[in-house]
Structure formats: C-alpha cells, structure tokens
C-alpha cells in the first residue's frame, strides 16, 4: 500500500522529469544549432564586392569602385577579383592599389601617419568644442553670481511688493508688521 504522504505515483515523476530533459536537451540543440555561423566563408563574388566598396572611383565623384560602371572602375574591379583569387590578402591589395592612386583612393584612410591625422582630427575638434563651451558656460555662471541686486534694487522690490501686494497674502519671507 502507498504512503499517504507521497501524492504523485513514480510513473508521473518520471515523465515530468522526462520533460524536463527532453526541453534541456532541445534547447542545446538549438543554441548549438543556431551559434554556428551561415556561411563560414563569403563567395569569391562577395570579398570582391567588400573590397571593392572600400575603394573610390578614379574617375567618379562620390562612387566606388563596386558601385561604378566606369572603365577604371571595372579594371580595379577585375584586379581586385584576379587577386583575390590568387589568395592575397585584402591589405596587400588595398596597399597596391595605394601605392598607385595615392592615399585619397580609399574610402576609409589608414589610421597610420597622415591617416591618423585625419581620423584623430574630428575627435580633437570636437573634445575642443565641448571644452570651449563648458568654459564659456562657467564663466556665465561666475558673471551672474558675482553681480548682486544693489541695495536700491532691494527697495524698488520691496516697496513694489508693499504697494502692489496690499490686498494679497503676504509674500514668503516678509515679517508680519
């Protein structure tokens, strides 16, 4: 005979816990299933494209050289490809393409030398531009503490505050006369 003080046969235990495992285990099946990357290496195609957006134009205006139908446009593209394939590396390729078009020919300039220059300068202005204002606002500030109301200023309120405030309560501060 059973106990009275278990309430659930050993069956039903069983298969909750059943459950449980089963839920555990789907759930690791799907983080492992789901952690693993799409493609574990973009296409020949795409690495040019990556690449070759990270090159201007040189003959066009405001263009890369994945977006442009130029012809240097499409022999770049080519190189790119042709190198690519070959199993150089993007730096090298970008570092080729830089030796002969000069550093304006990338979107993105190196953070080396003049490259560093130019990704440091935008920062500088603006660190210089917060520190000029919170300067300016300090100085604002010390200016407005440091010129009280004159004692005639303190009358003119006053007197205004006992004439134009007779039938109203009086105001916070003032003793009662």
Same mark, same amino acid.
């Given at each position: 005979?059973?106990?009275?003080?278990?309430?659930?046969?050993?069956?039903?235990?069983?298969?909750?816990?059943?459950?449980?495992?089963?839920?555990?285990?789907?759930?690791?099946?799907?983080?492992?299933?789901?952690?693993?990357?799409?493609?574990?290496?973009?296409?020949?195609?795409?690495?040019?494209?990556?690449?070759?957006?990270?090159?201007?134009?040189?003959?066009?205006?405001?263009?890369?050289?994945?977006?442009?139908?130029?012809?240097?446009?499409?022999?770049?593209?080519?190189?790119?490809?042709?190198?690519?394939?070959?199993?150089?590396?993007?730096?090298?390729?970008?570092?080729?393409?830089?030796?002969?078009?000069?550093?304006?020919?990338?979107?993105?300039?190196?953070?080396?030398?003049?490259?560093?220059?130019?990704? !440091? %300068?935008?920062?500088?202005?603006?660190? $210089?531009?917060? *520190?000029?204002?919170? =300067? @300016?606002?300090?100085?604002? +500030?010390?200016?407005?503490?440091?010129?009280?109301?004159?004692?005639?200023?303190?009358? !003119? %309120?006053?007197?205004?505050?006992?004439? $134009?405030?007779? *039938?109203?309560?009086? =105001? @916070?501060?003032?003793?009662? +006369?």
């Amino acid at each position: 005979m059973r106990s009275a003080c278990s309430s659930r046969p050993p069956a039903s235990r069983l298969r909750r816990w059943a459950v449980w495992v089963v839920l555990v285990v789907a759930a690791a099946v799907a983080l492992a299933v789901g952690a693993q990357p799409a493609t574990a290496r973009p296409s020949l195609a795409q690495r040019t494209r990556a690449l070759a957006s990270e090159v201007r134009c040189p003959v066009c205006v405001g263009e890369t050289v994945a977006d442009s139908s130029a012809p240097a446009a499409v022999t770049l593209r080519d190189d790119i490809h042709r190198e690519l394939a070959a199993g150089e590396k993007p730096a090298a390729i970008l570092a080729g393409i830089e030796s002969v078009y000069g550093p304006g020919i990338l979107e993105k300039p190196r953070a080396t030398g003049i490259g560093l220059f130019l990704w !440091l %300068v935008p920062v500088l202005v603006a660190l $210089a531009a917060g *520190g000029g204002l919170a =300067a @300016a606002f300090a100085w604002w +500030g010390r200016q407005r503490r440091s010129d009280p109301a004159s004692p005639g200023d303190h009358d !003119l %309120v006053a007197e205004f505050l006992r004439t $134009a405030g007779a *039938g109203t309560p009086r =105001a @916070a501060g003032e003793e009662g +006369g």
